[in-house]
């Protein structure tokens, strides 16, 4: 039997008569009797961690899904590299694991790191038996890419299509299970908090009716924010919400500083910014200025295959210095071997006017990762009791301040699985030994800010190069706006585009927050007024919690 959609008719709640409390204080469900579906556990996201989660789930009870839009669309899909495990006959879990530490300068949690690189290549594994169809080399054994930072090659890949490749086989394995039921173009709301304990969310379904899910457990796998900056990689789909609604129900938030900007997006005047793979330079392909120099080294002993963060600034530095564009070139490279490694990459520049085996295509960096999320242990448990997180939305602390390449398809793979686990078992919250900071609600009387108001701000004011004097005025704006954006909001709880701009001012002004609180430089948060790495006293994890 195949999925079971949102359009099914499910019964309401009539258990009692009482309404659930949402996660912001100062509202609730008004006006009519929320119809309620009921379901063991409760899955916020459909990309590869929360399907991975699904799955495990399904064994033990019944799963809701709620997806925001088009079922495939995520993150995950838009993974083109692939995805680091240690198969290789001259690479091992701890080779990968001193990889990740190195490229997380310095902040990596180590628990976690080692959770990763010794259970990845077993979750891998059960993908390929699942059906993913990773590119094989001459003797049949999966092909290995390198990328940036990885000192072997590691990366196993579909083409230029892993993500999707991967995404595609996860939903037919979640097919295969009938206790899984879905809910495409559903909006989350709120989280459902009573007593402290997650009790589920509240979504607008696709006709626009609010509902609720009733859950024992909730995992938050809806991904990052990318889409909190005017320049991204990311879908649309990529706001932040989770993040955002865990932080208003009161979960620890944590990392938040920590933007990965993607060095190579292509920057064609009135084109998307697509992502062009750091698989590409694993490959071989250069960067170039204006004048056909290249010039990585320049900054970065290393060149081309520098981390992504270092790579990032030394194309900005060097778009500076020139005044002009900065390409990525293939031109040196078989032109057929190009086209038929990358179809996909190849088939966008063409859209776009070029060919990426013998053009120069210019490219500049975009935001595309975020290494903090909503705090959790390696099992997923956040500091709410019932509420797990995992996937780009969560943060173990694994990624340090900078995300190793091709890590973060592993990441929702094992701790997704993980968080599964752990939501089968008793209801335990996670505890934090560090007391995190507190955002007041902000009282200023300001008009409610658009999408491009956020988006523009962030990207000026606390994108890739950072001050105090970009990011204090900044943090003040945003916590202005978000306190009129969540009026309006909640006034007009059923508008789409409000709870967009919210979550998007939201975990916009937990970024500027973290990133102005932080006075040193390390990994993707750069701070031109404290360009130094402060071991002495930055070493160190810092969280947020909504001040109630």
């Known amino acids: 039997m195949g999925l079971k959609w949102g359009r099914e008719s499910f019964y309401a709640d009539r258990e009692n008569d009482s309404r659930p409390r949402l996660t912001l204080e100062h509202w609730a469900l008004i006006g009519y009797q929320c119809v309620s579906v009921r379901g063991d556990f409760l899955v916020i996201g459909s990309g590869i961690a929360g399907l991975r989660a699904a799955i495990s789930l399904a064994e033990a009870g019944t799963v809701i899904v709620l997806t925001k839009a088009d079922p495939r669309e995520s993150n995950t899909g838009y993974a083109q590299g692939g995805i680091a495990a240690a198969f290789g006959e001259d690479d091992s879990p701890d080779s990968h694991a001193r990889d990740t530490i190195a490229a997380g300068d310095g902040l990596c949690a180590p628990t976690a790191v080692d959770v990763l690189v010794h259970e990845g290549p077993r979750y891998v594994r059960e993908l390929i038996e699942w059906g993913v169809a990773f590119d094989r080399d001459d003797h049949g054994q999966p092909a290995l890419a390198r990328e940036a930072a990885h000192s072997v090659r590691r990366v196993l890949h579909v083409r230029d299509a892993t993500g999707r490749s991967i995404g595609q086989v996860l939903w037919q394995t979640t097919a295969a299970h009938r206790r899984v039921r879905v809910f495409d173009d559903a909006l989350a709301l709120s989280l459902i908090v009573r007593g402290g304990v997650c009790r589920g969310a509240t979504f607008l379904d696709r006709d626009g009716r609010e509902q609720a899910v009733e859950a024992e457990r909730t995992l938050i796998a809806s991904g990052g924010a990318g889409r909190v900056y005017r320049e991204t990689t990311n879908p649309a789909v990529a706001t932040g919400d989770g993040i955002a609604m865990a932080f208003e129900a009161g979960a620890r938030v944590a990392d938040l500083e920590f933007v990965q900007f993607h060095p190579t997006a292509l920057n064609v005047a009135g084109a998307p910014r697509f992502l062009l793979s750091e698989a590409l330079r694993g490959e071989g392909a250069w960067l170039v200025n204006d004048a056909g120099e290249r010039f990585v080294q320049r900054y970065e002993p290393a060149g081309d295959l520098a981390s992504r963060d270092l790579v990032s600034r030394a194309i900005v530095r060097e778009m500076q210095r020139t005044g002009a564009r900065i390409y990525l070139s293939m031109a040196h490279l078989d032109p057929a071997y190009v086209r038929a490694r990358f179809p996909t990459i190849a088939k966008v520049c063409r859209q776009a006017g070029f060919d990426l085996a013998t053009d120069r295509i210019p490219v500049s960096p975009a935001a595309h990762y975020l290494m903090g999320g909503v705090e959790t242990d390696l099992h997923g448990r956040t500091s709410v009791a019932g509420l797990f997180a995992a996937g780009e939305a969560a943060c173990t602390g694994l990624h340090g301040a900078n995300r190793l390449a091709s890590n973060s398809l592993l990441e929702g793979l094992v ?28 009282a200023a009387q300001v008009s409610a800010p658009s999408a491009s108001d956020v988006r523009d701000i962030m990207w000026r004011q606390a994108g890739l190069m950072r001050s105090e004097a970009s990011l204090r005025p900044a943090a003040a704006r945003l916590s202005a706006w978000r306190s009129a954006i969540v009026r309006a909001r909640d006034q007009a709880p059923g508008d789409r585009e409000l709870r967009r701009v919210a979550s998007l001012a939201t975990v916009g002004l937990l970024i500027a927050r973290a990133a102005l609180r932080r006075e040193e430089s390390r990994g993707g948060h750069f ?18 919690v909504l001040q109630r």
């Open 527 to 544: 701070r031109e007024d404290f360009p130094q790495r402060d071991d002495i006293h930055w070493l160190r994890h810092v969280a947020d």
């Open 415 to 442: 701790f997704g699985a993980r968080a599964a686990e752990a939501m089968q078992g008793p209801m335990v919250q996670a505890t934090f030994t560090s007391a995190p900071e507190r955002y007041c609600q902000d």
